[in-house]
């Protein structure tokens, strides 16, 4: 079955780099997304890496994918008070309708 | 361009009652999907729609439909208000329906059952 876990809390200090970790169950995951949420609002999609991928890097964000692991990170450099919000990571796999399965969120505090 | 809108932005309705929530998707987009958002809790997957035919339907009872409309806007019904179905609804869009297609979501409609 489909399953997605992460820790529900993080707090780093402003200008370092934070690091959200997820594992996720499903060996035939294909996509695996990472999507922000600030408080009252929608979810914003950050990156997505492909499941035969191992990195990804955007900007001040880095995707690692361990697949033996079943694995994901994001690694946020330089993080800002403005970073602060609710980090969901999602997969989506081969499956009849291919719905995003996401897990319950890492709330991550940016400390000035 | 515009992204996903959904109105109502909020909503208080009391138990039994029936919601209608609205969804347009971003323009050239011709799927959407809804997804349930409780406090506290991830987003759980409720139905996905495509060229106005379903192409997928989470583990939700009969109590919630959905249809989507010929310029792809879609609206989310639920029926029988429980306390229970007191979340952020969220919809999102994509080009198509198949798995390489990214999702965009709009900011929510957030439902309060009284």
């Known amino acids: 079955g489909e399953d997605v876990e992460q820790s529900l809390f993080l707090s780093v200090r402003e200008g370092d780099s934070s690091v959200i970790n997820c594992t996720y169950t499903?060996?035939?995951?294909?996509?695996l997304y990472w999507y922000k949420q600030e408080p009252g609002a929608g979810l914003q999609l950050l990156t997505y890496?492909?499941?035969?991928?191992d990195m990804k890097q955007d900007q001040r964000l880095t995707v690692l994918l361990n697949k033996k692991d079943k694995h994901l990170s994001l690694r946020i450099a330089d993080t800002q008070t403005g970073d602060s919000a609710i980090y969901f990571c999602?997969?989506?796999?081969?499956?009849?309708?291919?719905?995003?399965?996401f897990g319950k969120g890492t709330r991550l505090s940016v400390i000035a | 361009d515009a992204g996903v809108t959904q109105s109502p932005t909020h909503l208080i309705k009391t138990r039994g009652q029936h919601v209608t929530l609205r969804c347009s998707p971003i323009?050239?987009?011709?799927?959407v999907s809804w997804y349930q958002q409780v406090l506290g809790q991830g987003p759980q997957f409720i139905f996905q729609?495509?060229?106005?035919?379903?192409?997928g339907r989470g583990n939700f009872p009969d109590r919630f439909s959905a249809r989507q409309f010929p310029n792809y806007s879609s609206e989310l019904n639920v029926n029988a208000l429980l306390l229970g179905d007191s979340a952020l609804y969220l919809c999102?869009?994509?080009?198509?329906?198949?798995?390489?297609?990214?999702?965009?979501f709009g900011p929510g409609t957030r439902l309060l059952v009284l």
């Open positions: 999102a869009s994509s080009l198509g329906a198949g798995i390489q297609e990214t999702q965009y």
């Open positions: 499903d060996s035939s995951s294909t996509y």
């Open positions: 890496i492909f499941s035969n991928m």
């Open positions: 999602a997969e989506r796999t081969y499956s009849g309708n291919t719905p995003l399965v």
């Open positions: 323009s050239g987009h011709k799927s």
């Open positions: 729609y495509y060229e106005k035919e379903e192409r």
